[in-house]
């Protein structure tokens, strides 16, 4: 598979551009259009239980599969909100960890299973992420512009988990509340933060989705 990437950083669209009878596995509500030919099946991502369990972390309980035809073919995806694209290349060590709502595709080679980021992630509504492992190529979006953080051994940073788009397994990663009413209600839409310490990457996003619900709730209270 490969990956071409236009109208970023904004309102980025990827094109995956596949070869004979090449498969690729797909966000089904990210599906832009495709050439003739390709075929385009439903159903459980890696197997039932890995399906429910990248359910739990917020992603699909059914990915699109698609299949290109003995010419070749593409298939363009686009992500709900506007930002950019990024292609994560994995090459069997290490995977990549991807926040709910940030994987929108990948080629034949990837599994996708999900992660456990803790119990009081999960009383807070997330507690899950997807994890890709294997080789191949993932397509990974943002809302707003993506920023990578490079973190030099035993370097740390805290990222409010909203911000957080994908990091590496080499990456060590813990999650924490911070101070309820101080960062939820005014800012993020959720109070919890992940600690990193390096080495290693992590792909951050300048927009954080829940802050975008907060905010539209906030404007459109319900009675």
């Not at 309102?11 to 551009?17: D, G, I, K, Q």
């Not at 694209?85 to 929108?104: A, F, K, Q, S, T």
Request: with cysteine; hydrophobic share 40%; net charge neutral.
């Amino acid at each position: 598979m490969r990956v071409e990437i236009r109208q970023r950083p904004s309102f980025a669209l990827a094109r995956l551009v596949l070869g004979p009878e090449e498969t690729c596995r797909v966000e089904p509500g990210a599906l832009h259009s495709m050439s003739d030919g390709v075929e385009m099946t439903s159903g459980p991502g890696g197997g039932t239980i890995k399906s429910l369990r990248r359910a739990l972390a917020g992603e699909p309980l059914f990915l699109a599969t698609c299949t290109a035809p003995a010419q070749g073919g593409w298939v363009d995806i686009a992500p709900h909100l506007p930002g950019d694209v990024r292609i994560l290349d994995l090459d069997g060590e290490p995977g990549w960890c991807i926040n709910r709502g940030r994987w929108l595709a990948s080629s034949g080679g990837v599994e996708l299973d999900s992660r456990w980021t803790g119990l009081t992630s999960l009383l807070n509504g997330e507690g899950f992420l997807s994890h890709a492992t294997g080789q191949g190529q993932v397509v990974v979006t943002c809302y707003g512009a993506l920023e990578a953080v490079t973190l030099a051994p035993d370097e740390a940073v805290t990222i409010n988990t909203g911000h957080v788009v994908a990091y590496r397994d080499d990456v060590k990663c813990s999650t924490r509340e911070v101070a309820r009413g101080l960062v939820d209600s005014v800012k993020t839409g959720n109070n919890m933060v992940f600690d990193f310490v390096g080495p290693g990457r992590v792909l951050t996003q300048t927009r954080n989705p829940a802050a975008l619900a907060a905010w539209a709730r906030a404007k459109n209270p319900v009675s």
